[in-house]
């Protein structure tokens, strides 16, 4: 059974940081690329970040370049997001998704049609 587990939301003020944490369960991770999605009510799934598993390439969504992280750990399959300098806009609920075929936006970040599995999502709140 495929399982995406998210974990690390929650509540911090702005400026502050939080690492969310993608455990990945049921399939090959090597042949995947996980991505972070966010989504706010009345919103499309905006992606955020994306890690390709097999050569390590790393994208992100211009508007979190510079204050985030992707990286992965393959012996626990599992995927990282370090999110530093968080803003308000930064609040949603964060989805991981893993991608067979891992396609770019002109923004910088993975889009969402080429998730093959989500997670059940961690909630962010950056408060001002």
């Known amino acids: 059974e495929v399982q995406l587990v998210e974990s690390g939301g929650g509540l911090v003020q702005t400026g502050g940081s939080l690492r969310l944490s993608c455990a990945a369960s049921?399939?090959?991770?090597?042949?995947?690329?996980i991505g972070w999605f966010r989504q706010t009510p009345g919103k499309e799934r905006e992606g955020v970040s994306a890690?390709?598993?097999?050569?390590?390439?790393?994208y992100y969504l211009d508007s979190v370049k510079g204050r985030s992280t992707i990286s992965n750990d393959k012996a626990k399959n599992t995927v990282y997001l370090q999110m530093n300098n968080l803003k308000p806009q930064d609040t949603a609920t964060y989805y991981c998704?893993?991608?067979?075929?891992?396609?770019?936006?002109?923004?910088?970040?993975?889009?969402?049609?080429?998730?093959?599995?989500w997670g059940e999502g961690t909630v962010v709140t950056a408060s001002s």
């Open positions: 049921g399939f090959a991770f090597d042949d995947y690329s």
């Open positions: 998704g893993a991608m067979w075929a891992l396609t770019i936006s002109t923004a910088g970040g993975p889009i969402k049609c080429g998730v093959g599995y």
């Open positions: 890690i390709h598993n097999g050569d390590g390439a790393t």
